[in-house]
């Protein structure tokens, strides 16, 4: 399929970044239905899709499009097979978990035509590690978004061995038309370009604070004083989810038996027992009311 074939987009995982694709995607005038195990969920992402789309209404990068109404138009269900007959494109953005990536893929194979094409959104794992349970893995590549989308305007097109040139090349396209800018990697590797450096960043602020160096917030006033930035690492943890942030530590904790990274997971997993995930739960390192 070339990227001018695609019409219709899948997100699947209706969280933080599920929302932000689907609201990117609609907005360049795809047809895009969300997809959740929970309607909790989906309800949520609407009303939070209903926010972010008067808040982007204005920047200059959706003046081509009423971006209240594109996200109106946007479907959600919790029933994988009325979703995924019409599909051209799967995006996933479900937990960062490759037996749950698996899963999902697995059941979309049976459901989606042939010609669609598989693109997941891992933050740090590789395709590879779940190609063989899509059933298609010449059609599967990451394509892999940076928060939030509307303008951290690049996107990680990464092959495992197994993609096709053709898989490439569609999504790269694609990556095109809902105004990402793509970087293409000609190679897996976890951690991509981007997170690859900032995943360094976050592992050097978590362990200072979980081996009690500095608080949460003199390690922030550093970057940002020297930086200039407005947010220092745990700030924009709070962005990303704490919940995410643990998901990544955990699994590079167990998959390495690294004793820093064990402690710097329980250091994580210490917010998230007080229901501190972040923005998205009001909590997290900081307070957002
Ligand atoms: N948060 C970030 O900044 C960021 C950036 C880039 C990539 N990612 C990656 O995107 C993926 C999702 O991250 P997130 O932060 O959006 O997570 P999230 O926890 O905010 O959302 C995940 C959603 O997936 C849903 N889900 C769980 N199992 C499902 C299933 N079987 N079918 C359909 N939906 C299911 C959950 O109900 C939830 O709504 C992860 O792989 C993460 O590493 C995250």
């Known amino acids: 399929m070339d990227a001018d074939d695609i019409r219709t987009v899948l997100v699947v995982g209706a969280g933080t970044m ?32 209903d926010a972010l789309a008067g808040h982007v209404a204005s920047d200059p990068a959706f003046a081509h499009t009423d971006v209240v109404a594109d996200v109106a138009r946007i479907s959600a269900t919790t029933d994988p097979a009325e979703a995924a007959h019409a599909a051209d494109l799967v995006s996933e953005s479900v937990p960062e978990d ?6 999902v893929f697995a059941e979309l194979d049976r459901l989606c035509a042939a010609r669609t094409i598989f693109a997941t959104n891992t933050s740090s794992l590789v395709p590879s590690l779940f190609a063989d349970a899509t059933g298609r893995p010449d059609r599967l590549a990451a394509l892999h978004f940076h928060q939030p989308v509307w303008s951290a305007t690049i996107v990680d097109v990464m092959p495992h061995p197994g993609t096709s040139p053709e898989t490439v090349e569609t999504l790269v ?16 590797s976890p951690g991509y370009v981007f997170n690859a450096m900032y995943n ?34 745990f700030g924009m ?30 250091y994580l997993k210490s ?19």
């Open 18 to 49: 599920g929302q932000q694709i689907a609201l990117q995607c609609a907005a360049h005038g795809f047809a895009v239905t969300l997809l959740d195990t929970e309607q909790a969920a989906l309800d949520r992402a609407r009303a939070r899709l």
């Open 173 to 188: 396209g694609f990556a095109g038309r809902i105004g990402q800018v793509p970087i293409r990697l000609l190679r897996e």
């Open 237 to 266: 943890l709070d962005h990303v989810g704490i919940d995410t942030a643990w998901h990544i530590t955990d699994y590079w904790a167990r998959t390495l038996g690294d004793a820093q990274l064990t402690r710097n997971a329980a």
């Open 200 to 233: 360094a960043l976050n592992r050097e602020a978590i362990t200072l604070a979980a081996n009690g160096v500095a608080t949460v917030e003199d390690i922030d006033r550093a970057w940002t004083t020297v930086t200039k930035m407005p947010n220092g690492p």
């Open 98 to 103: 490759p037996a749950l990536k698996g899963r």
């Open 271 to 289: 917010y998230l027992d007080q229901g501190r995930a972040g923005v998205k739960s009001g909590r997290g390192f900081y307070d957002y009311g």
